[in-house]
């Protein structure tokens, strides 16, 4: 069975926790892991401890390095499926052909993406054109802007069912589950949410994710396995789900 996390940061900058592509495959020696979406570390694309941060070239250069740094590992162990993690110079000329989606994340007290600047709206008209999907954390008022106004046509995928953006059951609320471009996936998430997640919306979007190096890559995939869902189900959340997200930007394996 074909086995891929969909939620892995990965860099050689933010060494704490340690997250080098050779930490991650450290962690999932001896699993059936094959491949992993990846993107860089937030520490090292914005300043998060300062809300009124404002960029520098320094930063900017930070957060180029950590973008290229995903595109060296090809050809390695596993797959490896790079996300350019976009931020305030909405920098969406250095996507590439090997890109397979774009991250996009900020906590509440943390600096803001300025969504009324033109660039912000070319940034998202070029994800359109490319069918990248976009991983997005942000605070709850952003996320629901951003699937109903913001990015139509554009597949949303939530992270940990929601946790970080406003919880899973006030996105239950919102309706924003039901919505065919939004995607969810399983990391550090609840069992009983995956649960109430698969018989409300089916198991279609649902994606594994371990959230290394915050959650471990074994656990998480023990997680899905404890589930009391059929093996197909099962098949669909730890690869195949993923593998259709990315048929309209290339087949892969
Ligand atoms: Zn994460």
């Known amino acids: 069975m074909r086995i891929f996390d969909s939620h892995v940061h990965c860099g050689i900058q933010d060494k704490y926790p340690p997250q080098a592509f050779e930490d991650y495959l450290l962690a999932i020696r001896g699993s059936p892991i094959q491949g992993a979406a990846m993107f860089p570390p937030v520490l090292e694309i914005y300043e998060r401890n300062d809300p009124f941060f404002t960029d520098t070239t320094s930063w900017r250069r930070r957060r180029q390095a950590a973008n290229e740094y995903l595109l060296t590992l090809q050809d390695r162990d596993i797959e490896v499926f790079p996300y350019l ?136 995939l023990a997680k899905i396995n404890r589930l009391k869902v059929s093996d197909d189900i099962k098949a669909d959340i730890l690869a195949n789900n993923l593998m259709r997200l990315y048929e309209k930007i290339r087949p892969v394996l």
């Open 85 to 220: 993690f976009l931020w305030n110079d909405f920098a969406v000329r250095q996507i590439t052909p090997w890109h397979f989606g774009i991250k996009w994340h900020r906590h509440e007290n943390e600096p803001r993406y300025n969504y009324d600047d033109p660039a912000c709206t070319a940034a998202i008209a070029t994800i359109r054109e490319k069918n990248l999907p976009v991983v997005l954390e942000e605070e709850l008022a952003n996320t629901i802007r951003f699937v109903n106004e913001t990015t139509p046509g554009i597949r949303v995928i939530l992270p940990h069912m929601g946790m970080l953006n406003g919880g899973y059951r006030r996105i239950v609320s919102e309706g924003l589950w039901e919505k065919p471009d939004v995607w969810a996936d399983t990391a550090l998430a609840l069992p009983s949410e995956i649960m109430h997640y698969i018989e409300h919306y089916g198991h279609e979007r649902l994606l594994f994710g371990s959230d290394f190096p915050f959650g471990h890559p074994s656990a998480e």
